[in-house]
């Protein structure tokens, strides 16, 4: 079974820096490698959101409000993506999930708060 798990989550101030992982497990790298990794994020009260992608041919593309300071990133040996998340924002406060598109499987969420 496909098993996607999440940690690098956690309490960061403002301007501060976190790095997600996401190591996929049950999957070979055949399937793996030209998926699309995703994440997305959910604020309290807030519906899920998009906030970057990187298709197994390396290009990736962000949300306007994480674009400049996240960068999507994947490890085909390892089956495992990152999320570098600079800069940070009280507005980047939520859980975040990692998706593997095709595959149609995600984490089950890491916390972020970003607060003084």
């Known amino acids: 079974q496909v098993r996607l798990t999440e940690s690098g989550g956690g309490l960061v101030q403002p301007g501060g820096s976190l790095r997600l992982s996401c190591k996929v497990s049950?999957?070979?790298?055949?399937?793996?490698?030209?998926?699309?990794v995703a994440w997305h994020r959910q604020a309290p009260g807030s519906e899920r959101e998009l906030v970057a992608t990187?298709?197994?041919?390396?290009?990736?593309n962000y949300s306007d409000s994480v674009k400049g300071r996240f960068t999507i990133s994947r490890d085909n040996a390892r089956k495992t993506m990152y999320l570098q998340m600079d800069s940070l924002k009280p507005e980047d406060t939520g859980v975040y999930y990692c998706?593997?598109?095709?595959?149609?499987?995600w984490g089950q969420g890491t916390q972020v708060t970003v607060t003084a």
């Open positions: 998706n593997l598109v095709q595959t149609g499987r």
């Open positions: 049950g999957i070979i790298t055949s399937v793996f490698n030209p998926d699309t």
């Open positions: 990187l298709t197994g041919d390396r290009r990736s």
